[in-house]
């Protein structure tokens, strides 16, 4: 019995420790990160044109796994969407959680009628990786990389 509380003991203190360290992993996210789009195509085969797109990612709080951010960009964009539908700039609230690994960001919009989902993968700790998507009406698919300045 005093072995398996033992192992219990020593199990629980690893798990604490590796669990705060894992949360410590991620650099601390808070700045300006420029973003640079490599690729977003819509269902309907239309695609954004990379050289148009200015767009930024910026983390406002980073705290534990939580990130909160705001999305801006602007763009050239004549009936993508649906050929009616266009939008040349946006700004949305952003809502981030950081993998416990610390090199892994999901996010989401908040207060947005889009539904845009993200996944970030960290390749240092000035720049990411971003895939992302919508569904519905106005699918869409997208690669990019972000540079914090």
Sequence with gaps: MTIIRTALTVL????VTATAWAQDAAPNLVGVWDVELDELVFTNGNRFDAHTYIATLTITEHVGGVVHALYSF???MEGLHDGVMEVSARDAEVLGIVSLSGDEIIFINRNEADEAVSHARLIS???MEIMGYELGEHA???RSRAVRR
Excluded: G, I, K, M
């Design 12 to 15: 629980s203190v690893w798990l």
């Design 74 to 76: 602007t763009t050239e």
């Design 125 to 127: 700790p000035n720049e």
């Design 140 to 142: 869409w698919v997208s």
